[in-house]
Nanobody
């Protein structure tokens, strides 16, 4: 089992930046895909960004050019750099990893970190 702990959320003014971190209890080099999802109040959880083992990145159209996902294998941490934040970026951000850590292909989620962007 993999534990994920997100941090870095908070309150920021529109136009500002935040960097979210997701620390994994096991090696992220075993992950096939790592991603960040966002759940706004009253809405479903949607993909924001993802990073594959091969280094391919995908972003939601709404964050392209503003957000960057990256991983640090040495620290077992996944990051989401968020720039030029907008009010509509507000929500709870969840880290997700999918891969095999000895129990077959499995999917793990963090507890979420709140991001609030004031306009």
């Amino acid at each position: 089992q993999v534990q994920l702990v997100e941090s870095g959320g908070g309150l920021v003014q529109a136009g500002g930046s935040l960097r979210l971190s997701c620390a994994a209890s096991k090696s992220i080099s075993s992950a096939i895909v790592m991603g960040w999802y966002r759940q706004a109040p009253g809405k479903q959880r949607d993909l924001v960004a993802r990073l594959t083992r091969g280094g391919t990145t995908n972003y939601a159209d709404s964050v392209k050019g503003r957000f960057t996902i990256s991983g640090d294998n040495a620290k077992n941490t996944v990051y989401l750099q968020m720039n030029s934040l907008k009010a509509e970026d507000t929500g709870v951000y969840y880290c997700n990893v999918f891969g095999n850590w000895g129990l077959g292909m499995s999917d793990y989620w963090g507890q979420g970190t709140q991001v609030t962007v004031s306009s």
